[in-house]
């Protein structure tokens, strides 16, 4: 130790000795290092119970101590789990290697033999301390990043949730979604609404990456996206084409893009009322119509994934949907998704299961489409959020 004291340090200290004069030379070792909240204790049982009921930073244990020697200390202190939160330096005149093994396997964070040189004391101190404040730091951050998540999640789940007036003679569609959320939080994106003229909207897409910003980009997309289509008008005053739309979205996804994150999008406009579909495919695979006479992927040119280049233009494709017919969209995870062997679930297993849906309800698709790639993956993990929109244009009465 140094010969003028330190300036006071706040770390909480219990000192478990039995020794008179071992005590008075750690006190006064602790004391020119600056530390000011020491408690001691003379036997291992007021020991025990004072690290049981007190928030320690450390405790400096002594082995040999009356009523209950400090290996039971240490078991006991352990055994409660109270080293989790308060590391425990064992401060013993016995050298035996096997009960320094002992210490340390109990959960000791460091051992020191007396006698200790007074800087080699500080010195192991300040290493336990530091260490301590290190693991409450990753501890707390890890706790921060759990609270994150979660409010991400639910930020997610409060984005995906789609309200739709029900079938009828003035909306004669029946839609149905399914978000199957992968462990990992993702930026999948599903959407479907209504504007003003009638018009059925819908996105389906993901955003790369995992994690808050993965969720904050996609609610950000979902924003401009609807923004955009409930809004914005052309240059004659009438609503803005989708093409347009998507190149508009694109270059606000572009500013301030500092991660590089890329949007995949299937953008869908509905007339109800004719069957009349306008689409596009940005990054996204082909979606499928399902009709009594089969199954037909709706395939077009595939645009650049928003976000990444401000000057990319996008080709809007057309389809007339006829009543009865069924439009399946979905991202490309139930593609890539695979199973213990590193099998992935593929498209050609895709496209029999939906050939077996072709009269089937859209909830009916989606459900069947969930079982399907759960039971394909079986007890593999699910890597990526499961997305799936299925939607049917209704016969005339």
Same mark, same amino acid.
């Given at each position: 130790?140094?010969?003028?004291?330190?300036?006071?340090?706040?770390?909480?200290?219990?000192?478990?000795?039995?020794?008179?004069?071992?005590?008075?030379? $750690? %006190?006064?070792? @602790?004391?020119?290092?600056? &530390?000011?909240?020491?408690?001691?204790?003379?036997?291992?049982?007021?020991?025990?119970?004072?690290?049981?009921?007190?928030?320690?930073? @450390? #405790?400096? +244990?002594?082995?040999?101590?009356?009523?209950?020697?400090? $290996?039971?200390?240490?078991?006991?202190?352990?055994?409660?789990?109270?080293?989790?939160?308060?590391?425990?330096?064992?401060?013993?005149?016995?050298?035996?290697?096997?009960?320094?093994?002992?210490?340390? %396997?109990?959960?000791?964070?460091?051992?020191?033999?007396?006698? =200790?040189?007074?800087?080699?004391?500080?010195?192991?101190?300040?290493?336990?301390?530091?260490?301590?404040?290190?693991?409450?730091?990753?501890?707390?951050?890890?706790?921060?990043?759990?609270?994150?998540?979660?409010? !991400?999640?639910?930020?997610?789940?409060?984005?995906?949730?789609?309200?739709?007036?029900?079938?009828?003679?003035?909306?004669?569609?029946?839609?149905?979604?399914? =978000?199957?959320?992968?462990?990992?939080?993702?930026?999948?994106?599903?959407?479907?609404?209504?504007?003003?003229?009638?018009?059925?909207?819908?996105?389906?897409?993901? #955003?790369?990456?995992?994690?808050?910003?993965?969720?904050?980009?996609?609610?950000?997309?979902?924003?401009?996206?609807?923004? =955009?289509?409930?809004?914005?008008?052309?240059?004659?005053?009438?609503?803005?084409?989708?093409?347009?739309?998507?190149?508009?979205?694109?270059?606000?996804?572009?500013?301030?893009?500092? +991660?590089?994150?890329? #949007?995949?999008? &299937?953008?869908?406009? +509905?007339?109800?009322?004719?069957?009349?579909?306008?689409?596009?495919?940005?990054?996204?695979?082909?979606?499928? #119509?399902?009709? !009594?006479?089969?199954?037909?992927?709706?395939?077009?040119?595939?645009?650049?994934?928003?976000?990444?280049?401000?000057?990319?233009?996008?080709? $809007?494709?057309?389809?007339?949907?006829?009543?009865?017919?069924?439009?399946?969209?979905?991202?490309?995870?139930?593609?890539?998704?695979?199973?213990?062997?590193?099998?992935?679930?593929?498209?050609?297993?895709?496209?029999?299961?939906?050939?077996?849906?072709?009269?089937?309800?859209?909830?009916?698709?989606?459900?069947?489409?969930?079982?399907?790639?759960?039971?394909? $993956?079986?007890?593999?993990?699910?890597?990526?959020?499961?997305?799936?929109?299925? @939607?049917?244009?209704?016969?005339?009465?």
């Amino acid at each position: 130790m140094r010969d003028t004291e330190l300036p006071p340090r706040s770390e909480r200290l219990l000192v478990v000795e039995d020794d008179p004069f071992s005590l008075q030379l $750690i %006190e006064m070792y @602790l004391h020119k290092a600056g &530390f000011t909240e020491i408690t001691v204790a003379t036997d291992g049982r007021l020991g025990l119970e004072l690290a049981r009921t007190n928030p320690f930073d @450390l #405790v400096l +244990l002594d082995l040999n101590l009356p009523k209950l020697n400090g $290996i039971e200390v240490l078991r006991r202190l352990k055994r409660e789990g109270i080293l989790t939160s308060t590391p425990v330096m064992v401060l013993s005149s016995l050298t035996d290697f096997d009960e320094t093994v002992r210490c340390v %396997e109990l959960g000791a964070e460091d051992y020191l033999a007396k006698p =200790f040189n007074a800087l080699l004391l500080q010195t192991r101190i300040d290493a336990c301390l530091e260490k301590r404040r290190l693991t409450n730091r990753i501890s707390a951050d890890q706790e921060q990043e759990v609270r994150q998540l979660d409010a !991400a999640r639910s930020l997610q789940a409060s984005l995906l949730r789609i309200g739709l007036a029900p079938p009828g003679p003035d909306f004669p569609v029946e839609l149905s979604t399914l =978000f199957e959320p992968a462990p990992a939080v993702g930026g999948a994106l599903i959407d479907a609404f209504t504007i003003n003229d009638g018009t059925l909207c819908i996105v389906v897409g993901t #955003v790369s990456g995992i994690g808050i910003s993965a969720v904050l980009e996609m609610a950000r997309t979902r924003s401009l996206v609807r923004g =955009f289509l409930e809004a914005a008008r052309d240059d004659d005053g009438g609503p803005m084409q989708a093409d347009k739309i998507l190149t508009a979205v694109n270059q606000e996804l572009c500013r301030d893009n500092a +991660l590089g994150q890329s #949007v995949t999008l &299937f953008l869908g406009l +509905l007339t109800p009322a004719t069957g009349a579909l306008a689409f596009a495919c940005v990054g996204q695979p082909d979606p499928c #119509v399902l009709s !009594a006479s089969g199954l037909l992927p709706l395939t077009g040119e595939r645009g650049r994934m928003l976000g990444l280049e401000p000057d990319q233009t996008y080709r $809007i494709e057309s389809r007339q949907l006829e009543p009865g017919e069924a439009l399946v969209v979905f991202t490309d995870s139930i593609l890539t998704m695979t199973n213990a062997e590193a099998v992935p679930y593929g498209g050609q297993r895709l496209m029999g299961t939906l050939q077996s849906l072709l009269g089937a309800s859209p909830a009916t698709i989606v459900e069947t489409l969930k079982d399907e790639v759960r039971r394909h $993956i079986a007890d593999g993990r699910l890597t990526d959020d499961i997305v799936v929109l299925a @939607l049917r244009l209704q016969a005339a009465a």
